[in-house]
């Protein structure tokens, strides 16, 4: 069964280290996501992405945070300067043009020390 | 803009037991409705969806959640839980055309 992939599982940076988290969603999905869960809070929405461009963003994602399909099969988010808060699971998601659920990878843990 | 409420951050029952999930959502338009579920250290895992079908829907694991526009819920049941349901559940909702806002989610504990 198709899944969506993340790397790396953990990453270690430390403050003002820009960082790039990678995602290879399902082949055939054009939609992707980029969500964020501080430990033991709600999973937050961050940016959507559709035909190479941000359809959505959140309060979040401000100007250190990009996202780019660098070619046909990845999909990144990088922040630019890390700050402590910025520590956290990382999910990427995408969905196809039927139905709306997403797919989930496994996620990045992010620690900014 | 569309948004789910789970009502009930942590969620205790005993093996066996009937588990019960609220979720309450807000939308402007029909929406389209889930319930997620994430195990320690791992991604969220589709259960089940409402896409404007049947209004009860069955999920995986013997779970299942009934769509009741009156009440503005989505709740997630299961008759009998198992250890193995110990997890967090997020219940999600998204508009169509918009993208999908999630719950602060619910801590399943079962006890044996």
């Known amino acids: 069964e198709p899944e969506v992939t993340q790397t790396p599982s953990h990453q270690v940076t430390q403050m003002g280290q820009e960082v790039i988290l990678r995602c290879v969603p399902i082949?055939?999905?054009?939609?992707f996501y980029w969500y964020r869960q501080i430990l033991g809070q709600k999973v937050e929405f961050l940016v959507s992405?559709?035909?190479?461009?941000?359809?959505?963003k959140s309060e979040i994602f401000d100007d250190q945070f990009s996202v780019e399909r660098p070619d046909g099969s990845n999909f990144t988010l990088k922040i630019r300067s890390t700050k402590l808060e910025d520590s956290a699971m990382y999910f990427c998601?995408?969905?196809?043009?039927?139905?709306?659920?997403?797919?989930f990878g496994p996620g990045t843990r992010l620690t900014v020390t | 803009a569309q948004s789910v409420t789970q009502l009930g951050s942590h969620v205790s029952v005993s093996e066996g037991a009937l588990v019960l999930l609220r979720c309450n959502y807000s939308?402007?338009?029909?929406?389209?409705l889930f319930w997620y579920v994430q195990y320690p250290n791992q991604g969220l895992q589709l259960l089940l969806k409402?896409?404007?079908?049947?209004?009860l829907v069955k999920g995986i694991n013997g779970f299942e959640a009934e769509f009741k526009k009156s009440e503005t819920s989505f709740h997630l049941t299961k008759p009998s839980a198992h250890m193995s349901d110990a997890a967090e559940y997020f219940c999600?909702?998204?508009?169509?055309?918009?993208?999908?806002?999630f719950g602060a989610g619910t801590r399943l504990t079962v006890k044996p």
């Open positions: 998601a995408s969905r196809g043009t039927v139905g709306y659920e997403q797919y």
């Open positions: 082949s055939n999905h054009l939609y």
């Open positions: 992405f559709y035909n190479n461009e941000i359809s959505e």
């Open positions: 939308s402007s338009v029909p929406p389209y």
């Open positions: 409402y896409t404007s079908a049947a209004t």
């Open positions: 999600a909702v998204s508009d169509p055309g918009n993208d999908m806002r």
